[in-house]
């Protein structure tokens, strides 16, 4: 996560969930019984990426080597996955796109950054959110509900030499091409969980709401403790949002490693992991085809 210049605003909102309109539902069966969310599994990824891999700089052989682990997690699982290389800084970077088989062209996209900044091995910034899509993944491989959602570990969310930021998913967005971006259902960012405060999320403000007040409502009525934010241009949700498609945020504030050597798996909270896990699973389990096109009619 790389932070803007505009402040977070957190707010905390009692209200906010009434008078949003709730999506309609047509209460899916088949996924019932999926497990919890497990936290072993997800800080497994965390160990991996963080610890034995460490700094995952833009276009250096970190990067590669998540990007590596991450497919291979994902094709394990039974995902196809497809490699978006692009250029970033005279070298190479990468975006890891997954979909279940039997996945619409242009539905969901749950995504995180893999990247870091140099120093950092990035276990909170942002490994906890690829662990936490991982894990999510697992846990939706091979349900009905697995055709709604696309699981992307974005390169190049950090800031490039040239000053631009989320290069990873702005390359994602501009690959969709005018059909894609018009027909993507939306988009939620994973960045930065697993800090020991609370879940924060929201959007920019930039493209409609639906989508962060629609996960936001999910995740409370969940029984899980959250706040609604108006957030900066600071993570993969921007690209999203400027193109008109819409995005949420979910973050858990600043920390005192962010950015630095200290960004360690000791130093990030495990049940923080888990407590975004359940919070994505909670909103994928919810998707389906009537949700989806009531995001796109109000994008």
Known sequence: MRRGSAALVPVLVLSLSCGIPAPPTDGIASVSAIEKFSKQRAMDH????????????????????????????????????????????????????????????????????????????????????????????????GTRQAQWVRFVAFGSEEFVNSGVHHLGSATYVRRLGPRGRARLAGMLSVDMIADGVPLRIGHIGISEPVVARSVYRKVTEGGIATSWIKSCDCSDHGPFEH???????????????????????????????????????????QLNRRILEYYRRKG
Do not use: C
């Open 46 to 141: 965390v160990r991996k990426l963080a610890g034995d891999i460490g700094v995952r700089v833009r276009g250096t052989r970190g990067e590669l080597l998540g990007s590596r682990y991450i497919a291979r997690r994902f094709k394990s699982l039974g995902y196809r996955v497809n490699i978006q290389k692009f250029a970033v800084d005279n070298g190479t970077s990468r975006n890891v796109v997954a979909w279940w088989p039997s996945a619409k062209k242009f539905p969901f996209v749950v995504g995180a950054h893999m990247d870091t900044v140099s120093g950092a091995p990035g276990a909170n910034d942002n490994a906890s959110g690829v662990a936490t899509i991982l894990e999510v993944a697992r846990l939706f491989a």
């Open 243 to 285: 193109a008109g498609i819409p995005a949420s945020f979910m973050w858990s504030g600043d920390e005192p490693n962010y950015h630095s050597s200290s960004d360690t798996p000791p130093n990030m909270d495990p049940d923080d992991l888990a407590r975004t896990g359940d919070a994505v699973r909670l909103f994928v389990k």
